[in-house]
């Protein structure tokens, strides 16, 4: 919830087009992705079950209707594995863009993106896999097919997601700003002067 919330807050407070729709894809594609797995997990029995928790619920202070809860995955696998994935696609899209400009002064600005991109696409793989990790080994509020499932699933959804965007007209919806590194810089030989006039 927390996450959801700050993205957007953030998005809305900076009015950056690649937050917004991270955002609309936590608040509603992944929740319904989470209960339509849910109900085909609801078959596999114990293999897809935990003790009931606030820890699984997407609302935590949301009363709990059962002894079980159904993890397969849980929102908050499937929550931090689309927020981490679509980071990584994001960045990844981004690497991969044509310069706009060929001229051997702004190559600094191409190398500049793609560096970032790449540290963005590393950290982002590091932090979920650091973060799964946590989870399943100090919460007992997860079974690991339900971990790698949702890792995955969502994981991909994100990938979805971003193309899904991207070929409705949100192509370079830069979460991290790296996109304007690639606008070259118009050299102007006239100087500019501002002074009060006599």
């Known amino acids: 919830m927390i996450i959801i919330t700050l993205m957007g807050f953030f998005s809305l407070g900076t009015g950056n087009l690649g937050l917004f729709l991270l955002f609309v894809g936590q608040a509603i594609i992944v929740p319904a992705g989470v209960f339509i ?18 820890l699984n619920q997407l609302v935590p202070s949301v009363p709990k209707t059962g002894v079980e ?5 849980s929102y908050w696998v499937a929550q931090t594995a689309f927020f ?15 310069p706009v400009s060929d001229r051997p002064e702004d190559l600094w600005r191409v190398e500049n993106r793609k560096g970032r991109a ?23 509020a997860e079974r ?3 971990v790698l499932l949702g890792a995955t699933a ?20 830069d979460v ?11 050299e102007d030989p006239n100087i500019t002067m501002c002074v009060p006039r006599a």
């Open 118 to 140: 790449t540290m963005i696409m590393l950290s982002s793989m590091f932090f979920l896999l650091f973060m799964l990790g946590l989870r399943y080994t100090l919460t007992n």
């Open 84 to 98: 981490f994935g679509y980071l990584f696609w994001n960045a990844y899209s981004l690497y991969g863009l044509e």
């Open 154 to 173: 969502f994981g991909a959804l994100a990938y979805g997601w971003q193309q899904a965007m991207a070929s409705a007209g949100a192509k370079a919806s």
């Open 69 to 73: 809860d159904s993890v397969f995955p």
């Open 144 to 146: 690991l097919p339900g």
């Open 37 to 54: 797995m849910n109900l085909v997990g609801r078959l596999l029995g114990p293999l897809a079950k935990v003790p009931a928790t606030d």
């Open 176 to 186: 991290f700003g790296i996109v304007q590194q690639m606008v070259p810089v118009v």
